[in-house]
């Protein structure tokens, strides 16, 4: 599923193919993804020019020359591609910007859980969505006065998009392994060095998950990550790897909590007594 780091490295890649080009036509091909009425998208689109990018948690904005702002949100298997004639179309467009410079760029999605849609500004898009700060902008100071009070674990909590936007369930854990902290701990027990460890721990997580464009495969040793099953089975990269990274005895634990998988190293981040 993209997370805020595959969304971030699709924000680049749009970046670099649309700044600048302007819109000479919109194809759809498949109307699912769109929740605006692909007439109103085509207006809006057509003959406009996108001036700039940027991006919410899970949520890309391409900023329009009509100030429009187009909203792409990557569902479960979105992806970017961009082509130049219809029998390089990569499978799977359902959605294709044509630009001046005779470039196209696909709104690529196998499973149509993505959404397209236009939005007046960031602003109310991000009310109305009722989403918190984006995750990699929001401080210490903030992680502690949206948390500080809360009597719920930890781990559910950071996943509410109303109190940082973006974080997944695979970025909290790793965050919370970082940070050295239990997942089920409740939030109102975290101090202030907690919430400075946890600060620390979502930048270097979303840093490091960037700076690799989200290939887990390539990210530090000390990560977590590697311990982790994908879809239920180990992969065969994983499959030897299942022991914390920092104490080679201790075996990663899978639990639930909140209904979510959920891996903690048992030395790492001891369970909170009270
Ligand atoms: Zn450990």
Not at 49 to 65: A, I, M, P, W, Y
Not at 212 to 241: C, G, K, M, Q
Request: hydrophobic residues 40%.
């Amino acid at each position: 599923m993209p997370e805020l780091p595959e969304v971030e490295t699709y924000r680049r890649l749009l970046e670099e193919l649309l700044v600048s080009q302007s819109i000479v036509a919109f194809e759809v091909l498949d109307a699912h993804v769109l929740a605006t009425p692909e007439e109103e998208l085509r207006q809006a689109l057509v003959g406009s020019t996108v001036t700039d990018t940027s991006r919410l948690g899970k949520n890309c904005f391409l900023e329009l020359s009509t100030g429009q702002l187009l909203v792409l949100h990557f569902g479960m298997t979105g992806d970017i591609g961009a082509y130049r004639h219809d029998h390089d179309r990569p499978r799977f467009t359902r959605v294709a910007l044509h630009l001046n410079n005779d470039l196209r760029v696909a709104f690529i999605d196998p499973r149509k859980f993505g959404r397209i849609r236009l939005a007046s500004s960031i602003q109310a898009f991000q009310t109305e969505k009722k989403l918190g700060p984006d995750a990699l902008d929001i401080t210490a100071e903030e992680l502690q006065q949206r948390l500080g009070m809360r009597k719920q674990a930890i781990k559910p909590l950071l996943l509410q998009q109303n109190i940082a936007a973006g974080l997944g369930n695979w970025i909290v854990d790793e965050v919370l392994f970082q940070a050295r902290i239990h997942p089920e701990r409740p939030a109102n027990s975290l101090s202030i060095e907690h919430f400075g460890a946890l600060y620390n721990a979502v930048q270097l997580v979303l840093t490091t998950a960037i700076r690799h464009e989200a290939v887990y495969r390539y990210f530090p040793a000390s990560f977590l990550i590697h311990a982790r099953e994908w879809d239920n089975s180990p992969t065969p990269e994983t499959a030897n790897h299942l022991n914390c990274p920092i104490h080679k005895e201790a075996v990663i634990e899978k639990t639930y909590v909140g209904g979510r998988a959920t891996y903690t190293c048992p030395l790492c981040q001891p369970r909170y007594n009270q």
